[in-house]
């Protein structure tokens, strides 16, 4: 008879771990709090607008393409997916940096500004593209049990990039502010400061450079839609509007859920919700971790989004665009260091249908605003319309429009939705930083300490915070799953 598995949560994590349990064999059910699958990638629908709620990048192709592989399919067997020319903008106080499609349009720009820079980023991105080869092929699908996982030829010949950090190896090799901010932006979807990274991450920066950024036709949620139509034609049972309530314990088993006030069993439960919550869902002792050592821990930002549909198309934007016109550094203290409201505030601005027209009304443009803030803090709506204001008038002085008597509707979303929505720690955007304390066989575990058939998976959990690293926690948990409970 088929081992029955609870996944609580359909987020990237549990959609993965839902097809790749399917397919060994496993009887697997998904129950979802939200009324939609995808957890923090939703999607909002309003007036002929289409937003990404959660993630808007489509960084690492190849992590994609892989899942669907596994099951012998393709990327393309669900969406259209177009590398963007330009990958993004980066706007400075007084200049733009536009990063091409190919490494020779990049070099050119970093040129443009710092002649002589081209050979250094070669370099650069030549041994981040090493790290990538080894990170996604050998580390990361490790399942964080041993620290032994870590030790191989190749890591071994780079332990000390492990214990120097992104920041010093770039300003090592770059001297102009503008590069260098340009050169550590990509960590920062590792949830960590540069100077707290590890150097061995500059993989992130060839996924950037050296992989490009893509868009899913009809955005990122067209790529939980795909999952979510793999999952159901393996078999696999998903309920939404069903949160669950309560893990309960028998012995050293958990042998039953809590769903809307109906106790349902299982053979295995896997909670692919936030970590912290799921922990609560257990009796006290039953818990692994205690409320000092998440408070201990260092979590990547929450956010401070706006929604917003403008009634006409946008100048001088590309799809993605990031307003580096104040300190960098000063920013990342505010959210790491000294946790408070930033005073000027860098901010990401995503406009989709810069390149999708699907994605906004003819002749409008779907506008999506990110303010990176400290986890945890103050969240007023006094607060949120605050910070709309300065980053509009930074908006229109940087682009050179006018557009506030332009704007339909916007939505917001910040610190108390995170935690009203996704259950997220203190509110936290996309899970626990990757900093060297926490890498690897330091993070929280995928297999329970204290309860035998109870698993864990996403982005507080190995390998960490970021879409495609979630599809490889789903893989990794499946795996473990599979060996100590296989059906035969």
Known sequence: MKKRIAIIGSGFAGLSASCYLKQYGFDVTIFEKNATVGGRARQLKKEGFTFDIGPSWYWMPDIFEKFFNDFGKSTSDYYQLDKLSPAYKIFFK???????????????????????????????IGKA????????????????????????PETA??????????????????????????????????????SNTPSFYSFMNYADFGLGTWHPKGGMYEIIKAMTA???????NIY?????????VEGKNATSIKVNGETKSFDIILSGADYHHSE??????????????????????S?????????????????????????????????????????????????PSVTDASMAPEECETGFFLIPIAPGIEDTEEIREQYFDIIMSRFKKLTQQNVTNNIIFKESFCVKDFIKEY??????????????SQTAFLRPKLKSKKVNNLYFTGQLTVPGPGVPPSLISGKLVAQLINKYHNKS
């Open 94 to 124: 007084d200049e733009v940096i536009t990063i091409g499609d190919t490494m020779d349009k990049i070099c050119a720009e970093f040129e443009r500004i710092e002649p002589g820079s081209s050979k250094p980023l070669r370099q650069f």
């Open 129 to 152: 593209a090493t790290n990538y080869d080894i990170a996604i092929n050998k580390v990361v699908l490790k399942p964080g049990i041993s620290p032994f996982e870590l030790v191989t």
């Open 157 to 194: 010949s780079r332990v000390d990039q492990f214990f120097k950090t992104i920041s010093g190896d770039v300003r090592k090799k770059f001297k102009n502010p503008k590069l260098i901010s340009t050169l550590e932006f990509p960590v920062l979807f590792l949830g960590a400061k540069p």
């Open 230 to 236: 793999l999952s159901k034609s393996l078999g696999v």
């Open 240 to 248: 939404t509007d069903s949160p669950v309530e309560k893990i309960v």
């Open 280 to 301: 609560t869902l257990l009796d006290e002792t039953y818990r692994q971790y205690s409320e000092n050592y998440w408070a201990k821990k260092t979590f990547a930002p």
């Open 303 to 351: 956010s401070l989004l706006f929604y917003v549909g403008f009634d006409k198309k946008l100048k001088n934007v590309e799809h993605h665009n990031l307003f580096f016109d104040t300190s960098f550094e000063t920013h990342a203290e505010e959210i790491y260091d000294n946790p408070q409201w930033p005073k000027d505030p860098l901010f990401y601005a995503n406009f």
């Open 423 to 436: 259950n997220s720690y203190k509110g936290n955007a996309y899970g626990m930083a990757n900093t060297l």
